[in-house]
Antibody, heavy 118, light 107 residues
């Protein structure tokens, strides 16, 4: 059974940093691209970024609002996806999901809440 | 960036009736479109991929159609569990973009 479990959310001040993790199980993590998606009441769902497999280069793509501030990485030995968020802004407040597409099926974690506020 | 526009924002339909939800892309996305359902407190669930293929375990009352810039999600006979928010997502390039959602409510 595919499982994705996010952690690391919390309250952080504007300008601060946070690292989110997504522990994956039930599939061969190193074989798949992974995604981060966030959701806010005001802006709805927004794709944050994606990371390729090492075979495909291991690089990441980012949405414009987070490019240069957020970094996606992966540790295939630990089946874990990361999202490091720097220079956080109040508009980054959201529920952050990790997501994977495998064999024409779509899997999401339950999300971890990030609140950016002073 | 492709802009996805869903209509209507809210749709009121009685159980047992048909619901038709629309999604329009600002430029062609071919058939690179997914439909999601989201209920309160839950993560989004994929209903349709490739614009018209039902995901595993999705009931046959859900169907998707369209290509290019115009897409439709049809729920043929609404059940109580279908009242939720529905989103379209295009993934023809980068970044992927969602529509703003259609809330399907009980009439």
């Amino acid at each position: 059974e595919v499982q994705l479990v996010e952690s690391g959310g919390g309250l952080v001040q504007p300008g601060g940093s946070l690292r989110l993790s997504c522990a994956a199980s039930g599939f061969t993590f190193s074989d798949v691209w992974m995604d981060w998606v966030r959701q806010t009441p005001g802006k709805g769902l927004e794709w944050v970024g994606r990371i390729r497999t090492q075979t495909d280069g291991g690089t990441a793509d980012y949405a414009a609002p987070v490019k240069g501030r957020f970094v996606i990485s992966r540790d295939d030995s630990k089946n874990t996806l990361f999202l490091v968020m720097n220079s956080l802004k109040t508009e980054d407040t959201a529920l952050y999901y990790c997501r994977v597409w495998i064999n024409n099926s779509d899997y999401w974690g339950q999300g971890t809440l990030v609140t950016v506020s002073s | 960036e492709v802009v996805m526009t869903q209509s209507p924002a809210t749709l009121s339909v009685s159980p047992g009736e048909r619901a038709t939800l629309s999604c329009r892309a600002s430029q062609s996305v071919s058939n690179n479109l997914l439909w999601y359902q989201q209920k309160p407190g839950q993560s989004p669930r994929c209903l349709i991929f490739g614009a018209s293929t039902r995901a595993t375990g999705i009931p046959a009352r859900f169907s998707g159609s369209g290509s290019g810039t115009e897409f439709t999600l049809t729920i043929s006979s609404l059940q109580s569990e279908d009242f939720a928010v529905y989103y379209c997502l295009e993934h023809s390039g980068w970044p992927y973009t969602f529509g703003q959602g259609t809330k399907l409510e009980i009439k």
